[in-house]
């Protein structure tokens, strides 16, 4: 059942203007990034790593939650249109199906983004002339990124699913990510769902270790998948099924 969902999830992303945002929205923090290395070149010493710092310090707190947030959003629009939810929540499918399936979508969506972005600061330091060797911690950074980004597609289906409004959780989502900086500054990074995808990328602190453990940072971003998963199948067994 859940593939049957799955099928029709991936149907919607087929000529969809989602994948216009894919491919530009991640050159955008990659351009501006670049651009702040270039400037900043006697201050930034650590050639890959500093220009990392550049990248995420656009990407994570700004393009990224706001670009997950478009994913999720596009992913509940058809079904909150002409009242479609009645149709959705009376198909033979467990609500928990409906869930995971946009849950798996979005979370692969995640992953190719972070791909990308991964392809893009390669391409970037290329550019600046960058001659040390790419480090060889990216595939962890784009990893750790993932999962945390995969927390927030949760949480931004969650809002998706209550607010029925496709530009409302894209803003709360961009907000969630500016607040993220905040918490990540004061230390509690690892206990805020929209700090999670940069505290993974290490984008402060790319050449050390994370500023927590991988076991707490994987066990919160667990707990976290689990509450909004639960909440979103209780939201759509109270609610959808009743107001459509």
């Known amino acids: 059942m859940l593939f049957r969902t799955l099928r029709a999830e991936q149907m919607k992303l087929r000529h969809s203007p989602v994948w216009l945002a ?3 929205l991640p050159i955008l923090p990659a351009f501006m990034g670049t651009f702040n290395y270039l400037q900043n070149l ?31 959003s596009y992913l509940c629009r058809l079904e909150h249109l002409n009242h ?48 040390a060797p790419i480090p060889p911690e990216l595939p962890e950074w784009l990893l750790f990124g993932t999962i945390g980004g995969i927390v927030i597609c949760a949480l931004q289906l969650c809002i998706s699913l209550v607010i029925r409004s496709f530009a409302v959780p894209v803003g709360l989502a961009l907000i969630g990510g500016i607040s993220g900086l905040a918490a990540l500054a004061k230390g ?13 990328m290490r984008a402060n602190h790319p050449g050390g270790a994370m500023q927590c453990s991988v076991v707490q ?23 959808d099924v009743k107001t459509g």
């Open 22 to 24: 894919f491919f530009i």
């Open 42 to 72: 006697d201050l930034l010493q650590t050639e890959w790593y500093s220009l990392w710092t550049q990248h995420t310090l656009f990407s994570c707190y700004f393009f990224l939650p706001a670009l997950i947030g478009v994913y999720c």
């Open 84 to 131: 479609n939810w009645n149709s959705t929540m009376t198909a033979p499918v467990p609500i928990s199906c409906i869930y995971l399936a946009k849950l798996l979508i979005a979370s692969s969506m995640v992953l190719l983004t972070q791909v990308w972005i991964g392809v893009l600061f390669i391409i970037s330091g290329k550019l600046t002339g960058l001659t």
């Open 188 to 200: 509690y990074g690892v206990w805020f769902p929209y700090s999670l995808m940069s505290l993974g």
């Open 217 to 239: 940072f994987s066990l919160n971003c667990l707990l976290y998948l689990v509450v909004f998963c639960l909440f979103a199948v209780l939201w759509l067994e109270k609610r």
